[in-house]
């Protein structure tokens, strides 16, 4: 096969070399080129790459013997992306398309399909006029779009719509005049304070049960959409007050019986909706649906937390941290020597409650840090140490806790300052901390630990009042140790 290389190089003797190495150059980059190469005429395949071989899966002489409508998917031809500078001859109008670019389905011999950039160009080939079109599988690339456009209206982690495509649905509906619309809007109650103690793991188990119970529940052609981090809204079209309620009670019933099956983490949804008989204002339509979302919180917002409070307990006690009979025990301890000090009954009540809940912000510490044998290292100790915020970040979650906020953040406190989380020193640190913390470390050398065997009463005795002054209060120690007398423990 030879070109004619519209060049400007004469044919004669004297510039013959350098035609022949231009002719060479092109040769090579035709052959070995990623890129498929055909030329075509009347329709008819007269030339092509060995790239065009491969890319098809045609030898050849079966490649020579294809019309170029052969490489088309069956949809190529009936869409909007057939290229028409396939049907190339001499006429005017064939003439005159001198370069074009599309991006049409191809398929090869074993049917399978691949999108197909392909570039046409008018050429001259040994004096006559035919199609050159060089070809390339963009298929990587259509699939990288198809997911960046997918990524662009979905939720990666639920694969529900995003706020994004939702506004843009809602506001499109109500410009359009539909009528009969129904807007809910969601919450995934104390999902924050299940991510930021239970971890962000767990927070996205109870995001996917949530989905899958919302999407059960919608009928089909609802549009749902994850709008926020625990907020979700629902778009439903040729619906009515009655099915809107209808969906609101089923909605609450399945979560009910998700939660009668024992899971980890307790799940509550609040729900608020609107409905529009005719045409609507998005941005009233969805303030609506969001102010009864909120009076339904608001209503349900002390049980909910306290739900998700005991279930974070749960999960500490799940863990084997908490040593069995030890909240009992230490609420005994904490109230002998609460009465002891003169604390009023209505106090001892909260210490009860401290004695219970004061470890609780421990659900956020890693396993590995949390049951190492051995010596924390001072990374680890740092993330340990933790857990009194934590604590306190859960206290002030649960209304039940509220009363005992301040002393979770402070019950590692050391009467000498060199505690933590603040470094409180002497009576700056409550009462209720300070009894706490003798009852506790009592409670903790008397009973048997993974890594030491309980001590006896007497030795346990001893060892505070070495750290009073220091770790404990004197004061509370000596009154512990005349109150806590071996008569009193039988």
């Known amino acids: 096969m030879s070109f004619d290389l519209n060049s400007g190089i004469e044919g004669d003797g004297a510039n013959r070399a350098h035609l022949d190495e231009a002719q060479l150059l092109y040769r090579l980059l035709y052959e070995n080129t990623r890129d498929c190469i055909i030329f075509i005429q009347a329709d008819k395949i007269i030339e092509g790459n060995q790239a065009a071989e491969r890319m098809y899966g045609y030898t050849r002489v079966e490649l020579l013997g294809l019309t170029v409508h052969a490489l088309h998917a069956p949809e190529a031809d009936n869409s909007d992306h057939a290229d028409s500078s396939d049907h190339t001859d001499s006429s005017d109008s064939a003439a005159t398309t001198r370069h074009t670019l599309r991006v049409i ?15 046409s160009q008018i050429a001259c080939l040994s004096g006559k006029e035919v199609l050159v079109q ?44 539909c009528e009969q619309m129904g807007l809910f809007v969601f919450d995934i ?20 049960s949530a989905v899958q119970i919302m999407t059960a529940c919608f009928k089909v052609g609802t549009t749902l959409a994850r709008i926020g981090g625990d907020e979700f809204a629902a778009l439903l079209t040729a619906t009515s007050m009655d099915e809107l309620e209808l969906t609101k009670r089923r909605i609450q019933q399945e979560v009910d019986a998700y939660n ?34 909120y009076r339904e919180k608001l209503h349900r917002q002390r049980s909910t937390r306290s739900a998700i ?55 956020g510490i890693p396993d590995s840090i949390l049951f190492k044998p051995g010596k924390l290292t001072q990374e680890e100790f740092d993330k340990m140490r933790q857990h009194c915020q934590i604590g306190y970040g859960i206290a002030m979650s649960a209304p039940d806790l509220v009363p ?24 700056a640190i409550p009462i209720e901390c300070r009894i706490l913390a003798i009852a506790d470390a009592y409670d903790a050398m008397t ?7 309980a001590k006896s009463h007497q030795e346990a005795m001893q060892e505070l009042l070495r750290c009073a002054g220091v770790q404990f209060d004197t004061l509370l120690v000596s009154k512990f140790a005349q109150v806590l007398t071996p008569e009193r423990l039988a």
């Open 105 to 119: 389905p191809h398929r090869r011999k074993d049917g399978s399909v691949f999108f197909a950039e392909v570039s």
């Open 134 to 177: 060089i070809i390339r599988d963009i298929s990587e690339r259509k699939l990288a779009e198809a997911r960046l456009e997918y990524l662009s209206y979905h939720d990666q982690l639920t694969g529900l719509y995003n706020r994004r495509y939702f506004e843009q649905e809602i506001i499109g509906l109500a410009r359009s005049g």
């Open 189 to 208: 109650d104390g999902l924050k304070l299940v991510n930021d103690t239970l971890g962000h793991a767990k927070g996205d188990n109870l995001l996917l």
């Open 260 to 293: 009668k099956t024992a899971p980890e983490v307790l799940l509550s949804i609040s729900a608020g909706f609107a409905y529009r008989a005719d045409s609507y204002d998005f941005a009233h339509f969805f303030k609506e649906a969001d102010d009864n979302l």
């Open 309 to 363: 409070v005991q279930t974070l307990m749960k999960a500490l006690e799940a863990r084997d941290y908490v040593t069995e009979g030890h909240a009992e025990r230490l609420a005994t301890l904490v109230e002998i020597l609460a009465r002891e000090a003169g604390i009023p009954e209505h106090k001892i009540v909260d210490l009860r409650l401290f004695a219970k809940f004061h470890d609780i912000g421990k659900v």
């Open 404 to 427: 005992i906020t301040d002393w979770i953040l402070y019950h590692h406190e050391w009467w000498n300052g060199q505690g933590y989380p603040e470094g409180l020193q002497g009576e």
């Open 447 to 453: 009973s048997d630990r993974p890594y030491a065997m």
